[in-house]
């Protein structure tokens, strides 16, 4: 029979990083593990990429009777839009308008 742990613990020992969390306690905060005891009443994880945050503005433009929406970074003008990318995939994960 397979290990439970077994294609984390492959992972391990070919060099990715683990994180563990007991599932004894509520607490949803994962932490580094960088000598698992690979229990069965702990949860194991690869190390996840943290998520890509961008700060940028955004404005309404129109040239030509073309309407569009410029974004674009800016030292002088504050950012009015925050976009959270997960750091695994590189999706968007949540817009927000600040």
């Known amino acids: 029979?397979?290990?439970?742990h077994a294609?984390?613990?492959?992972?391990?020992a070919d060099g990715a990083q683990i994180e563990w969390r007991s599932k004894q306690y509520t607490s949803n905060q994962w932490y580094p593990n960088?000598?698992?005891?690979w229990d069965d009443d702990a949860e194991y994880r690869l190390k996840q990429k943290?998520?890509?945050i961008r700060c940028i503005v955004a404005e309404a433009t129109s040239i030509a009777e073309v309407d569009?929406?410029?974004?674009?970074?800016?030292?002088?003008?504050?950012?009015?839009?925050?976009l959270t990318f997960d750091g695994e995939t590189g999706k968007l994960k949540l817009a927000e308008v600040l």
């Open 7 to 12: 294609d984390l613990i492959h992972a391990w």
């Open 68 to 82: 569009y929406v410029q974004v674009f970074r800016s030292e002088f003008l504050p950012p009015n839009l925050r």
């Open 34 to 37: 960088y000598s698992p005891n």
């Open 50 to 52: 943290p998520n890509v």
């Open 1 to 4: 029979m397979k290990h439970k």
